[in-house]
């Protein structure tokens, strides 16, 4: 079956901090990969995504390369601020569908 | 751009009542999903319109949950009658259809406490 396995949180940071959160996945074909972020009293919004492998996605200095080899899309960002406080949700949609499955989020807080 | 519109932001009814939630997708956008969010889990796709047909429909609950998408355009989802478990974060999304890796748009969602 499909599905994304997380690294739990929550995460603590300090400004300026190198940021990981893990994310690995389960999926029979080709699935595309995403990285949503649910700001605190907002909707999930698209952070990047990657449709193929050894694709990288990046958006606002975060960056996640679909490594195939390794079933992984892990999220990086080289220095964090504490305006990136927020949930992270990593997530696949399989091939020829349009649902997506989720991980179960990484709370990441960064502190001044 | 308005983005997809959900109402109401919050409600609280004892178990055994029934609920409604409304979503107004983004216009222009045929694919309509609504999604289940339990505190500390992931989105589950509850349901998956195409215009105003069903596509997946296999983790919704039938017994009691449904849901109608009757034009094609803004869709609404019901809960009757609700359990303690249903309360959740009730996520309404849309996107254009076809497009390889197409983004979906998430609402702000329905915070649901059953009591």
């Known amino acids: 079956g499909n599905s994304v396995t997380q690294m739990e949180g929550p995460v603590t940071l300090s400004e300026e901090a190198f940021l990981t959160i893990n994310c690995t996945y389960t999926?029979?074909?080709?699935?595309?990969l995403f990285w949503y972020v649910q700001y605190p009293g907002e909707g999930l919004q698209l952070l990047l995504k990657a449709t193929k492998a050894d694709d990288k996605g990046s958006n606002k200095g975060f960056e996640a390369t679909y490594r195939k080899e390794t079933t992984s899309f892990h999220l990086e960002k080289g220095s964090v601020q504490v305006s990136d406080s927020a949930v992270y949700f990593c997530?696949?949609?399989?091939?020829?569908?349009?649902?997506?499955?989720f991980g179960t989020g990484t709370r990441l807080t960064v502190i001044p | 751009e308005a983005g997809v519109a959900q109402s109401p932001r919050y409600k609280i009814i004892e178990k055994r009542q029934s609920v409604a939630f409304w979503c107004n997708p983004i216009?222009?956008?045929?694919?309509l999903y609504w999604y289940q969010q339990i505190l500390g889990q992931g989105p589950k796709l509850l349901i998956q319109f195409q215009n105003n047909g069903v596509v997946d429909d296999s983790q919704l609950p039938k017994d009691r949950f449904s849901a109608e998408r009757l034009k094609g355009v803004d869709s609404t989802l019901k809960i009757q009658p609700a359990k303690l478990e249903d309360s959740a974060v009730y996520l309404c999304a849309s996107s254009s259809p076809g497009n390889w890796g197409t983004e979906a748009f998430f609402g702000q969602g329905t915070r649901l406490t059953v009591v």
């Open positions: 216009s222009g956008h045929a694919t």
């Open positions: 999926a029979t074909g080709y699935p595309s």
């Open positions: 997530a696949l949609r399989k091939t020829g569908a349009n649902n997506l499955f």
